[in-house]
Nanobody
Framework: QVQLVESGGGLVQAGGSLRLSCAASGSIISIRNMGWYRQAPGKQRELVATITDGGSTNYADSVKGRFTISRDNAKNTVLLQMNSLKPEDTAVYYC????????????????WGKGTLVTVSS
């Protein structure tokens, strides 16, 4: 199994910045996809950004130009640099890992962290 531990959430004023980090642990050889999703109160969970082990990225339109995702394949970590934050970015942010290859040579489909709260005040 995979354990995903997020950190870096908190309270920030509009226009400010935060950096989220997520570390994956377990008997892991590689992780194909990593990323961040978020869920605001009363809304469905939505994609924020994803990145493959080859470095290909995908962003939600609402965060393009403001957020940057990166990862360290050797350390199985993924970062989300969030700049120019807006009140509408307030949500619980969840780390995601998909297509995980374990030392057993089995694949795991998808795993989620417990989430970290980001609150942006106006």
């Amino acid at each position: 199994q995979v354990q995903l531990v997020e950190s870096g959430g908190g309270l920030v004023q509009a226009g400010g910045s935060l950096r989220l980090s997520c570390a994956a642990s377990g008997s892991i050889i590689s992780i194909r996809n990593m990323g961040w999703y978020r869920q605001a109160p009363g809304k469905q969970r939505e994609l924020v950004a994803t990145i493959t082990d080859g470095g290909s990225t995908n962003y939600a339109d609402s965060v393009k130009g403001r957020f940057t995702i990166s990862r360290d394949n050797a350390k199985n970590t993924v970062l989300l640099q969030m700049n120019s934050l807006k009140p509408e970015d307030t949500a619980v942010y969840y780390c995601y890992a998909g297509m995980v290859l374990f030392t057993s040579r089995n694949y795991g489909a998808s795993y989620w962290g417990k989430g970290t709260l980001v609150t942006v005040s106006s």
